[in-house]
């Protein structure tokens, strides 16, 4: 009989509910149901994993910052990001709840219209967008934000091919004290670019100013950067009146809300480290009514993406397969990947169980499904010990996942939505072979092969 191998022990000391300059620390969270519907019940409907949006949530938050921010300021116009999540479902509870799009490309431009947003409804911005999107976009009355002298140009050409004037906006970047600074869009403040930008538009037979926008950053924790970025576009809204005879009908102060989300490298939970969206609010609110008065109120339009859906979205997963590191290192394989969670690079995301879970927590880190050395969902969750079918439920989720994911080694999963009378519906099925390699197209010469 052979004499087996000796495995040196090893101790590895866990940190887990220890105690910290803010008390004890325990993670013992989970969930059985999201909006009333079980997790059973909507895996068995959808598959794992599996996207869940919460409808109720989106409404609730809609309506409590658009009512705070409409109660400060008399016009103001909401535009949902396309980009933060473009799903039909997910769109059309926002414009029936109001809100315009806000797109950054053709192809969402495209999008909006196929669900039914009139043309004079869509906000136009980015820093690319081909004549052809630009010739629609004015045809049928969008609000177009322009990024660059090139650009400019670019519609200055259509607009006269067209033999019309059009209404135009530009984008403004600045210094609002946060860094690093957001210049790589439109046109610079203290450097005089804008005005260079305004006194040309000034100059065209074809184009007209009529709105200013500016988005300062994203996930922004700061509400007085928003402060210092209304009073610079408002100064900058009566330089061009003052010398160009112009009428700055809107101002847009983009989006960059950031959502309760916890990023990466950061000590505090997002509850004290993350400002609510009141303080942005008031921040913006407050200094238009102080520098302007009535009679010149603009439309002010806002853009905010994440700020308003990410908390109504959770990744339903479930664990497949546990091994130990040789580290000491405890460590789960799921279902989902980061090739389906995109923001995975900064945040923490929160994590709960289907079930209550007996056990001493420790540190694990969690990888997804793919033949991928970088495919780590969570880096350091705080677990009890979980058996192979445990699902975990990790959020917010809502904001960019879903527009920012690939198909890679496996097919994307479906997204589902609990309306708002508990019903679980798909609003995107799971993929299929079809959709993978339905573009491709094999030359004849290639479709015959023996092994």
Not at 76 to 104: M, P, R
Not at 169 to 178: A, E, H, K, P, S
Not at 345 to 371: A, F, H, M, Q
Request: glycine share 6%; with cysteine; net charge negative.
């Amino acid at each position: 009989m052979s004499k087996k191998e000796y495995i040196k022990p090893f101790i590895k000391k866990q940190t887990a509910g220890n105690m910290n300059k803010f008390g004890s620390f325990y993670q013992k969270n989970y969930r059985d149901e999201i909006a009333g519907a079980k997790i059973d019940a909507i895996v068995e409907k959808c598959g794992s994993p599996v996207f869940v949006i919460d409808e109720k949530a989106i409404r609730e938050k809609y309506r409590e910052v658009y009512r705070d921010f409409s109660s400060r300021y008399p016009k103001v116009q909401f535009s949902w990001s396309y980009k933060t999540n473009y799903l039909d479902a997910i769109c059309a509870v926002y414009h029936q709840e109001g809100s315009i799009a806000e797109v950054v490309s053709e192809f969402e431009y495209q999008k909006a219209r196929r669900l039914g947003v009139p043309g004079n409804k869509i906000i136009f911005n980015g820093p690319f967008k081909p004549e052809e999107a630009l010739k629609v976009a004015f045809e049928e009355g969008a609000i177009v934000n322009l990024d660059n002298f090139d650009e400019i140009f670019k519609a200055e050409r259509v607009a006269k091919e067209m033999g019309q004037i059009v209404d135009v906006g530009i984008r403004l970047n600045m210094d609002t004290g946060v860094y690093p600074q957001w210049s790589r869009f439109g046109f610079n403040y203290e450097n005089r670019n804008a005005y260079d930008a305004a006194k040309r538009i000034h100059k065209s037979e074809w184009l007209n100013l009529t709105g200013l926008h500016s988005h300062i950053g994203t996930f922004m924790l700061e509400p007085k950067a928003y402060a210092a970025q209304v009073k610079v576009m408002i100064d900058f809204m009566r330089i061009v009146e003052r010398e160009f005879d112009m009428t700055i009908e809107s101002l847009d102060f983009g989006g960059g809300f950031p959502s309760r989300n916890k990023l990466k490298g950061t000590y505090l939970p997002p509850e004290v480290s993350v400002p609510p969206l009141s303080d942005f609010i008031a921040a913006i609110s407050n200094t238009l009514l102080s520098e302007l008065s009535p009679d010149e109120y603009p439309t002010v339009y806002m853009e905010t993406g994440r700020g308003l859906i990410d908390e109504a979205g959770y990744l339903v997963t479930t664990v497949d397969a546990i091994k130990r590191l040789p580290s000491g290192l405890k460590s789960y394989i799921i279902d989902a990947g980061v090739n389906y969670l995109y923001t995975s690079t900064w945040y923490n995301y929160k994590v709960e169980v289907d079930r209550p879970i007996e056990g001493s927590y420790e540190n694990c880190i969690v990888y997804g499904p793919l033949c991928m050395n970088i495919d780590v969902v969570l880096e350091n969750a705080s677990l009890p010990p979980l058996s192979r079918g445990t699902r975990l439920i990790l959020s917010p989720m809502a904001a960019y996942n879903v527009t920012q994911w690939m198909q890679f080694i496996r097919y994307r999963p479906a997204v589902a939505m609990i309306m708002d009378n508990g019903d679980i519906e798909i609003i995107r099925r799971a993929e299929n072979l079809e959709d993978v390699v339905g573009p491709e197209r094999l030359p004849e010469k290639l479709k015959k092969f023996e092994l």
